[in-house]
C-alpha cells in the first residue's frame, strides 16, 4: 500500500499543497513549526478520518480561508492511494457553518462517492510513529483505547460499526440510568427491570464484541511487541497485556484458544452477570460501570508496570515496540503494508536505539515519510536513500 499523491487546501497553514511520493517515500526536513508534523497528521487523518493531534477537528481549517470570495472557512485534504488489488482516492473536506453557529461541517468521499467515516477508515492504512506516543505508557485509559480502536478499526470494519453501535446505545443507557436515579425507581423493581432490558441487552452484544476483538488482538500484538523488544539486545522481558473491566477468569482462559466466537459468547454471559450485580451502584452514580468503555492495557518491563516505574528511556523503547508490533498486525491482518509515519521521533532516541528503529522500519520494506528538524539525523540513519525535501512555511521544496 502506498500513498502517491497528496493534495492539501487550508490545512493549518497550508494553502495550497500538491505533493508526489514515490515508492520508498519522502523524508522531510525543516524548522519546528514549519508544516512537517501537518503532512503527517494530513495523511493520518486520510486513514482514520480524524486528526491525530489533539483538540478538535476544527483546528485544521485555516481560520482565514474563503475570505476573498465570501465562504465560510474551509479546509480539505484527498490523498491517491494504490493498494494491492486497486486503487482509491479518498478526501476528506471540513468547513464552518455558513450561518455562523461555529458548527463543523465534514464530508468524507471515496473515489468522488460520499461516505461515512466507518466505510472510510482503513482504505488507507498508517502507523505514526510520534514523541507524544509515550502516552500510550504514563497516560490514561482513554488514551489507550483509542490507540486500541484505531489499529483494528484500520484492518476491521466490523469493529469500527460494532464500535459506533455501542458508544449511542452507552449514551443512551446512561441517560436512562440518570433518569431513573432521579425518580427514585428502586433497583430491585420490575419497573427498572423492565426500562433496562433492552439497553441492557443491546449494549451485551455490542459491547462482548469489541472486547472479545480487543482480545484477541492485544494477544497478537503482545506476542509481537515481546518479540520486537527482544530485538533491541535488551535481556530484559516486555509484557503487554489486556485489562477489560468485564473481569471473569474464563473470558481470559477462552480468549486463549484463538476463537472468536467462544470468546464473544463467554464474555457475554460474564458482562451480564456483571451489569445484574452493578445495578444498583450504576442507578445511583448514574452511568454504565461496566463494559468496553472502561477497558485498559498495561506495559511492563520485567513485571513492573513502565508507566509508574520506568524511565523515560524505557518508556521510549516499549512504545516503539509496540508501533512496531501495530505494523506487525496490520499487515498479517490486511495482507499489506501500511504507511509508515515517523514524526520527529528520531530526535527523541539514543543513537543506537535510533538505529534499532530505522533498521526495522527498512526491513518492513514498506514506504515511509519521516520528518527531523536536522537533515543529519537522516544523513546517519539507514533511511538516508529516502528522496528528501524542505518544508519552510506551508512550502515544500524538493
Request: with cysteine; hydrophobic share 40%; aromatic share 4%.
Amino acid at each position: 500500500m502506498q500513498l502517491r499523491r497528496l493534495l492539501l487546501e487550508e490545512f493549518r497553514l497550508y494553502h495550497h499543497l500538491e505533493l508526489e511520493l514515490g515508492p520508498a517515500g519522502l523524508a522531510l526536513h525543516g524548522a519546528n513549526a514549519s508544516g512537517k508534523s501537518t503532512l503527517l497528521e494530513a495523511i493520518a487523518m486520510l486513514a482514520t478520518t480524524r486528526s491525530a493531534r489533539s483538540g478538535g477537528e476544527r483546528e485544521v481549517i485555516n481560520w482565514r480561508s474563503g475570505q476573498e470570495l465570501g465562504f465560510p472557512p474551509f479546509a480539505r485534504v484527498r490523498g491517491h492511494v494504490e493498494r494491492l488489488d486497486d486503487e482509491v482516492d479518498i478526501e476528506i473536506a471540513l468547513q464552518l457553518d455558513a450561518g455562523g453557529s461555529g458548527q463543523l461541517q465534514k464530508a468524507i468521499r471515496l473515489n468522488g462517492r460520499n461516505v461515512r467515516a466507518m466505510d472510510a477508515v482503513g482504505s488507507l492504512k498508517t502507523v505514526l510513529f510520534a514523541p507524544e506516543d509515550v502516552a500510550l505508557v504514563s497516560g490514561s485509559p482513554s488514551g489507550r483505547r483509542r490507540y486500541l480502536d484505531l489499529m483494528i478499526s484500520q484492518v476491521d470494519g466490523r469493529y469500527l460499526r460494532a464500535l459506533s453501535r455501542y458508544n449511542r446505545i452507552l449514551e443512551q443507557r446512561n441517560s436512562l440510568l440518570k433518569s431513573l436515579g432521579r425518580e427514585g425507581v428502586s433497583a430491585n423493581s420490575p419497573t427498572a427491570a423492565a426500562q433496562l432490558a433492552f439497553w441492557d441487552e443491546e449494549l451485551v452484544a455490542f459491547g462482548s464484541r469489541l472486547v472479545a476483538r480487543r482480545m484477541l488482538s492485544i494477544r497478537s500484538l503482545a506476542a509481537h511487541a515481546a518479540e520486537r523488544f527482544a530485538t533491541f539486545g535488551d535481556e530484559r522481558v516486555l509484557a503487554v497485556e489486556f485489562r477489560p473491566s468485564i473481569d471473569d477468569p474464563s473470558c481470559r482462559a477462552t480468549a486463549e484458544s484463538g476463537d472468536p466466537d467462544s470468546t464473544q459468547a463467554v464474555i457475554a454471559r460474564a458482562f451480564s452477570e456483571q451489569l445484574q450485580e452493578l445495578r444498583r451502584d450504576e442507578m445511583r452514580r448514574g452511568v454504565s460501570l461496566v463494559g468496553p468503555h472502561r477497558d485498559d492495557f498495561s506495559i511492563a518491563i520485567d513485571g513492573m508496570d513502565v508507566g509508574t516505574f520506568g524511565s523515560r528511556g524505557q518508556q521510549r523503547l516499549a512504545v516503539v515496540a509496540l508501533k512496531l508490533a501495530e505494523t506487525d498486525v496490520m499487515m498479517e491482518e490486511s495482507g499489506e503494508r501500511p504507511v509508515i509515519l515517523l514524526d520527529d521521533v528520531l530526535s527523541e532516541l539514543d543513537p543506537r536505539r535510533r538505529d534499532d528503529l530505522t533498521q526495522a522500519v527498512v526491513a518492513l520494506d514498506a514506504q515511509v515519510v519521516v520528518t527531523a528538524t536536522d537533515v543529519e539525523t537522516i544523513d546517519r540513519s539507514p533511511l538516508s536513500a529516502l528522496p528528501r525535501a524542505e518544508v519552510t512555511q506551508g512550502a515544500i521544496r524538493t
